[in-house]
């Protein structure tokens, strides 16, 4: 079985400060993990995935994952956030043939 | 690559009645194709798996039923919520996979169906 904590279903930053969205996961399975980000009333965008390659796992808009596979977390990161940014995120974990499986989400908002 | 659309992008029906919400894989070929429920707030759901020219495979919990789904070609498939009431309201998304990895899925814009 595999599921996802989102930790924090809201995180609230200022235009410029760093990103950290928290994502720990539990998977009997070598895990695929996927950060989502979500805009309002629109479907998922796919901002990176691990799939057993590099640990640190660079995606579009400037963010990056890394994973911790000691600390069964895979945190989303981005240095300097913009007020695009905010938005609805979500990681998910599948295995080779298991479906993903997503966490609540976390709702990042931007602060100018 | 890789663009998945959805038709309609939002409905509105009266409850009973039954709307039919369409999924394509503009670009490529999609062996399977999945439909996701998402509540307000809320994460996605699975509803159900469908490969090509097969039966959808549904999850514990879906009535089959109640969510009929059809995948006819390798870029279409198709989510009717037959006798419509108002707790199906919600946000229903689609995605599409070329081989049937769910690791390697492409998503939709999503469906808002609001049942009065």
């Known amino acids: 079985a595999q599921s996802v904590t989102q930790l924090g279903s809201h995180v609230s930053v200022s235009e410029g400060a760093l990103v950290l969205l928290r994502c720990n996961y539990s998977?009997?399975?070598?895990?695929?993990l996927f950060w989502y980000v979500q805009y309002p009333n629109q479907g998922l965008q796919l901002l990176l995935k691990y799939t057993s390659a590099a640990t640190l796992v660079k995606g579009i808009n400037g963010f990056e994952a890394e994973f911790k596979k000691s600390e069964t977390s895979f945190h989303l990161t981005k240095p300097s956030a913009h007020m695009s940014d905010a938005a609805e995120y979500f990681c998910a974990v599948s295995g080779r043939n298991t479906p993903l499986v997503f966490g609540k989400g976390t709702r990042l908002s931007v602060i100018a | 690559g890789a663009v998945v659309s959805q038709h309609p992008s939002w409905v509105i029906c009266k409850s009973g009645t039954s709307v039919k919400i369409e999924c394509r894989s503009l670009d490529f070929q999609a062996t399977t194709m999945f439909w996701y429920r998402q509540f307000p707030k809320q994460s996605l759901m699975l509803m159900a798996t469908s490969n090509e020219g097969s039966k959808a495979t549904y999850e514990q919990g879906v009535e089959k039923d109640k969510f009929l789904i059809n995948h006819a070609s390798l870029t279409l498939s198709t989510l009717t919520v037959t006798s419509a009431h108002p707790e199906d309201s919600s946000f229903y998304i689609c995605s599409a996979s070329r081989d049937g990895r769910y690791n390697e899925q492409f998503f939709g814009p999503g469906t808002r169906l609001t049942v009065l």
């Open positions: 998977s009997s399975v070598p895990p695929y």
